[in-house]
Every structure is written in C-alpha cells, then in structure tokens.
C-alpha cells in the first residue's frame, strides 16, 4: 500500500519567526503544508492573516489556504509583541499585497477539517498563542486522536520566561487557552503535547553572518533575490533590537524549530511529564509546570524538549531556504 506522505497544518501568529517557520513548512519535501490558520498574539488578528497570505506567496505556495480565526485570545486581553517584531509584524520587511483573499472559513473549522480528512497523517503545529487550537479541541474533542503529531512553540519549562520572569510569549498571551489544550491532548490514544519551549529554542540562533552566508547560497533568480530580501530586511529589525539589549545581532528562531521538529523529531530530546499552565498567578500567570517527579500522580500529557542539535537545526534551515530559493 503506497505510504501516504504525512501532512502539515499550521497555526501562526505571523510575525518574524513565525515567517521563517512558513517558509521552512512551504520547503519540506517529505510532509504537503495543507493549511494554514491564524491567530493573535504578536499582532492583531488582521496583521497576522496579512502577513502571512503575503508569506506564502513569496515562498510560491498562495495556493495554500489561509484560515483566521480568534482576534482576542480567551483570557483577557495581553500586550502584543510589536515592539520584538515591529509596527507590521515584518520588522523592516515589506512584501507585496497577496492577492490570494484569505479563506471564508474560521481557522477551527478549516483545523477541524485537516484533521477529519487527513486523519492519522496531520502534523498540527502551533506557533502562537493556543486559542485556536483550544476552540478547536473544545468543539472536536476528538482532535488529539485524529492528529498524527502535535507540536507547539511554547513555554518556559526549566528556563526564565521571555515576557515575564516565569512565563513564554505564548502561554503567557492566552493562558486559559494554553492550559485547555495542555489538558485535552496526550490521554489515551491521543497525541501528546510536543513542546518545544525557550529551554532550547534559545540555542536556535542565527546571526548576521549566517544569514549573509544563507544570502550567498540562494543565488541570483528572481525568487532568490525576493527570499534573500525579505529574510535580511525582516531580521534586521530584530537584529537591532538585540544588539540594543546585548550588544550582539542575532535571531532566535523560535518558530522554525518547532515546525523542523514536527518534520524531524530527533532533532530534540524530549522526557514525557506532566505539564499544567498556571492561569490564576498574581505573578506568574502563563507559567508552564512541568512535574518532572510524578508528585501530582497525573497522566504525562507532553514530551518536553530538552536538548536540541542546534547546528543540524541551523544546517537544515539554511538547505531549505535554498531548496525554496530554487523552486520553480
Ligand atoms: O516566545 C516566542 C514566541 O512568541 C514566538 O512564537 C514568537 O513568534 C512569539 O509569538
Ligand atoms: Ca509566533
């Protein structure tokens, strides 16, 4: 029987990383990037939609569907993360207007169905906050047995948080939502909650002369010109921003890591515990638990990563940026 290729759904907040993570999907020659939906979180809701739409064309896949869906995460509503990834959500980037429309159905629905017709193949990947993927759950509780892999950009596990002192961007954005899908997947038969948290995207770097060297490779076609463009104009923004508050230009690429390790998984070593999201903390709302001991006696819903090949990462980003570069 011909082994169906896996496929690939993913749900982003479009801004900086989350682009480079389309990018990533839209290069993968072994999983078919059968959706996309969107969410807010680094920015609003539109922005995010925008952006990405804009993304997929320049990676040549416009034909790829384009979901939104929640404008306000479930929680009340947090700070978005413009000032990381500039007024667009691009950094300095700009990018022609997609002329694909986004798609007429909410995210939920258009997740909701990737599952249902691809079922036992879809690889669910999160990049943003969880809300999407919480409506979702809750209207298809059957979505963790239906999904082949799922894996989330996500959490701050035995690592500082990035918006707080002990929460990620993303849980922290929507916690109530982080905390139904952390409790929804990984029961019986269902798949757990791959999460790829700060403990090792952090090491998931490139810096300036990476991305000049990346440049170099992608060569002279007009779509390599277009890809070189927007992957410098885009980080430089970031870069700056880094350089303000380290001294050093780098990117951390958060989000391309957690969609290279729904493609490869052995790219993390992950241990399997249980996880809860705090949601009531005066000071520590969006914090991800790990119970690492089995003090709580519950069920391990998530395979926590924690150590990532952070140069096979980068080797294998830089491969598929040229790969996309060379597409027709
Ligand atoms: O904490 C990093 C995460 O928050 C990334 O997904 C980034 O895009 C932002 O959404
Ligand atoms: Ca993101």
Not at 158 to 168: D, I, K, L, M
Request: hydrophobic share 50%; proline share 6%.
């Amino acid at each position: 029987m011909s082994q169906q290729p896996d496929c690939l759904f993913v749900d982003v907040d479009t801004g900086i990383d989350d682009a480079f993570a389309l990018l990533y999907a839209c290069a993968e020659p072994h999983a078919r990037l059968v959706g996309v939906s969107t969410v807010v979180g680094n920015v609003s809701l539109a922005s995010a939609t925008r952006n990405t739409r804009a993304v997929l064309a320049l990676a040549g896949r416009g034909d790829v569907a384009v979901a939104p869906g929640a404008a306000v995460p479930l929680a009340p509503e947090q700070n978005d993360a413009r000032a990381v990834h500039g007024a667009t959500g691009l950094g300095y980037a700009t990018l022609p207007e997609p002329a694909e429309p986004a798609h007429a159905v909410h995210a939920v629905d258009a997740l909701i169905a990737a599952a249902r017709g691809h079922a036992g193949r879809l690889i669910l990947v999160a990049t943003g906050p969880l809300t999407n993927v919480a409506l979702a759950v809750m209207r298809e509780p059957e979505l963790p047995r239906l999904v082949k892999r799922f894996v989330i950009m996500g959490g701050a596990y035995c690592v500082h948080g990035n918006v707080t002192p002990s929460a990620e961007f993303n849980i922290w954005h929507d916690p109530e939502a982080a905390r139904i899908v952390f409790r929804a997947f990984g029961g019986p038969g269902g798949a757990p909650v791959v999460a790829v948290g700060l403990d090792v995207t952090r090491q998931a770097t490139i810096d300036g002369a990476g991305l000049g060297a990346l440049a170099a490779r992608l060569g002279a076609t007009p779509r390599a010109l277009a890809l070189s463009q927007f992957l410098e104009d885009s980080a430089r923004f970031y870069f700056e921003r880094m350089e303000r508050q380290t001294g050093r230009r780098f990117l951390i690429m958060h989000d391309p890591l957690a969609v290279a390790v729904a493609l490869d998984p052995t790219l993390v070593e992950t241990r399997r515990a249980a996880v809860d999201v705090e949601t009531a903390g005066r000071l520590t709302p969006g914090a991800t638990i790990v119970d690492w001991e089995g003090r709580w006696g519950r069920l391990a819903n998530a395979e926590v990563a924690v150590s990532v090949d952070a140069e096979r990462f980068r080797a294998k980003f830089i491969d598929a940026m040229v790969r996309l570069a060379a597409d027709r």
